[in-house]
């Protein structure tokens, strides 16, 4: 493989040393908060959910934070393919451009123009996503506690520089500012422990899905938060990333796989954590986690030598095209990894190709 890695928990490693990996074999299917990170996925979330998955039966859960949460809402239409592909297309062309006169778009006006655009997006689809036979969906957000129970000018920055010093001694502490609200399908239950971080589940309901959706991809300052979400606790709901950017939970797939597509090797707790490299380490949370991501010098072969990520929205300026011409060599590329897993499965997922994650 020269495109993907494989990398798994030593349980999960163990389990496909045994038997190889089977549609069957996965529970679990998370999708991390990253912003334009995430469309190098396309091309594995297309094969997993239109080719191998519908290979079994199995219910399987799927947690998602931020683009993670759109991409696999996606997952529970109808047409998963065709669902996969427009929503790829519609992320890499959408424009934030900025009215004469300002110097820039508000978050008033990103927030408005994203919504907009996911119900355009889902319209009459959301049934498809509450009902699907096998997924059970579950939206992480969070939810402003205290100072940070409603967006204002000064209380917002205070909250979050308080939620910053406080997570950097002990990621428990952020518990004093936030709390993950997690908004899963009707009777699903949470497929993760709780004890890490206080958490409230809530249904998710056709009168809540879009602003649910929209609450966990809402970057604090860059969007506004979105308040008072029908069925849920009042307050502030922002960015699920923040306090699970990447999922990093005490996944509860005892007898299963926990498929993970990611773009990076290392799981990280919170958004809040980017910076402090102790929290990048695997914990026997991960135990039973196979983490499908890009090669680091494959991924020096793309378009600035990195992926796709939210400052290429400063990086090409007013250059649109520009952004849209790399972004789409990036997800055509990507279709390198969708092959290459495919292959390795056809090959029986040999356990010489993973690495310890």
């Not at 990076?264 to 039973?288: E, I, M, N, S, Y």
């Not at 090669?295 to 378009?303: C, I, K, M, T, Y």
């Amino acid at each position: 493989m020269k495109a993907l890695r494989i990398y798994a928990g030593p349980a999960a490693r163990a389990h496909i040393a045994a038997q190889g990996l089977a549609p069957a074999d996965v529970r679990t299917v998370p999708g991390a908060a990253g912003g334009p990170k995430g469309l190098i996925l396309g091309p594995i979330d297309r094969f997993v959910f239109s080719d191998w998955l519908p290979q079994a039966s199995q219910p399987v859960d799927l947690v998602g934070a931020s683009i993670g949460a759109w991409r696999l809402a996606c997952a529970c239409l109808d047409d998963p393919k065709t669902a996969f592909e427009q929503f790829e297309h519609g992320y890499i062309h959408q424009r934030f451009d900025v009215p004469p006169g300002q110097k820039r778009m508000s978050a008033k006006q990103v927030s408005a123009q994203f919504g907009e655009g996911l119900r355009d997006f889902y319209g009459a689809r959301t049934p498809e996503v509450l009902t699907h036979p096998r997924y059970r969906l579950h939206v992480i957000t969070a939810r402003g506690r205290h100072i940070l129970g409603r967006e204002g000018r000064a209380r917002t920055p205070a909250g979050y520089l308080g939620a910053f010093i406080t997570n950097s001694v002990h990621r428990k502490s952020l518990g004093a500012w936030l709390e993950r609200v997690v908004f899963s399908s009707p009777h699903a239950s949470l497929p993760f422990g709780t004890q890490d971080f206080r958490t409230r589940q809530v249904p998710l309901a056709e009168s809540n899905f879009a602003l649910a959706l929209q609450a966990s991809c809402s970057i604090p300052f860059m969007l506004e938060a979105v308040h008072d979400i029908p069925g849920a606790p009042p307050g502030a709901y922002w960015d699920g990333g923040i306090t699970d950017y990447h999922l990093h939970l005490n996944y509860s797939a005892a007898d299963g796989i926990v498929l993970y597509p990611h773009f990076q090797q290392a799981v990280v707790p919170g958004w809040l954590d980017k910076g402090l490299k102790w929290r990048h380490k695997p914990t026997r949370f991960l135990d039973r986690t196979v983490v499908l991501a890009p090669d680091p010098e494959w991924v020096r072969g793309l378009p600035n030598a990195k992926l796709p990520d939210r400052n290429d929205f400063l990086r090409y300026g007013n250059d649109t095209q520009a952004r849209i011409r790399d972004w789409g060599i990036a997800a055509r590329e990507a279709r390198r990894l969708a092959d290459e897993f495919a292959d390795w499965l056809r090959r029986g997922s040999p356990v010489q190709d993973v690495q310890p994650l």
